[in-house]
């Protein structure tokens, strides 16, 4: 049996993990508390670690896994930005799932928009007090409007297509645009100033940290709506809330929140909420949070933990060679050929 400490369990976890670890012969030890330094003993005697986004997979952190014996970091995400890749590499392989289902959390951003666009957050709360008043509820319609697209890998395209089946004018920007794709490409600054709407699809590296900030939100239209289902740090949240005041930025739609790592996924009503900025945003009219959950549809929850079970397995019976390795020795993981066999190292 392969035994691995799953850091950050949730209830919604465990069902799909112990069906495809019984089937393959991995067990998971349960945690409910997040990685990092203080709990990285409680990988002791695990040949791997089960992480989520949230968990501290840092080089101290890594160092004594190492130490511990600990051979795999198996994120069952598709981002790892929580990952320090260079500290990984030669001691602990590092696997991910690149996609379990783009559709959730395309339609989750679609979702967002509209929630906030039709005003049905305010209606959903209105009708159950009895109060069928419209007075406050003025949508506008998608149709027709420019929506700018960041990032058209496997999400942001099938978001691409949703919003044109809105008949929805699709302008993009990405750092490696897709040939072919039919996709109009724009610079970002163009993309800013155009768009009524934009969403972020990108991953959170150096570059696109806080690309969202006072000066992209200087250049956009006002009024523009602002969605992010993808990492909270490409979002400078001062800057967001300065725009919403400023009535510049009409509404915001965020999955993601750049400090949610200690209070997401977690139930703190009843508690006195210690982020001003959250507290904040939420109470604006106009922002829509919800707690990092674009992922969570059924389909996707399965495809995680079956992707997840069959890395661990590559990854430690076998050769070791996994397609969904993270490879860092090439230095570009975006357009790394895994030269060496797919391994790392
Ligand atoms: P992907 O890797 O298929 O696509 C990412 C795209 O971003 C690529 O086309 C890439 O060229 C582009 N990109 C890279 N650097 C860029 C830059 N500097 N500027 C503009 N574009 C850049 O990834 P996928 O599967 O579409 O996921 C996108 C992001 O969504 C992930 O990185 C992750 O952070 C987030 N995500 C959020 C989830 C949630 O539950 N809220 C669940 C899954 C992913």
Known sequence: ?????????????????????????????????????DTVELARDCQGVCVFVNDTVSAPVIERLYELGVRLIALRSAGYNNVDLSAAFGKIHVVHVPAYSPYAVAEHAMA????????????????????????????????????????????????????????????????????????????????????????LHCPLTEDTRHMINAAAIEKMRKGVVIINTSRGALVDTEALLKGIKARKVGAACLDVYEEEGDIFFEDRSGHILNDEQLARLISMPNVIVTSHQAFLTEEAL????????????????GDGVCQNELCYHCGNIQSCKKERKEKCF
Do not use: W
Request: hydrophobic residues 40%.
């Open 302 to 317: 399965n495809n995680i933990a079956q992707t997840t079970v069959n890395n661990i397995v590559t990854c430690l019976n």
């Open 112 to 199: 967002l928009l509209l929630t906030s666009v039709r005003r049905i957050h305010k209606a959903y709360n209105r009708t159950r007090e009895f109060n069928f008043s419209l007075s406050g509820l003025t949508g506008f319609d998608l149709h027709g409007k420019t929506v700018g697209v960041i990032g058209t890998g496997k999400i942001g395209r099938i978001f691409v297509d949703i919003c044109r089946g809105f008949g929805m004018k699709v302008l993009a920007y990405d750092a490696f645009p897709a040939k072919d794709s039919g996709i109009e490409y724009v610079s970002l600054e163009e993309l800013f100033e155009s768009s009524h709407i934009i969403s």
């Open 1 to 37: 049996m392969i035994q691995i400490a799953f850091y950050d369990a949730k209830a919604y976890d465990k069902p799909s993990f112990e069906k495809y670890g019984a089937e393959q012969g991995v067990c998971f030890r349960f945690l409910e508390t997040k990685l990092n330094e």
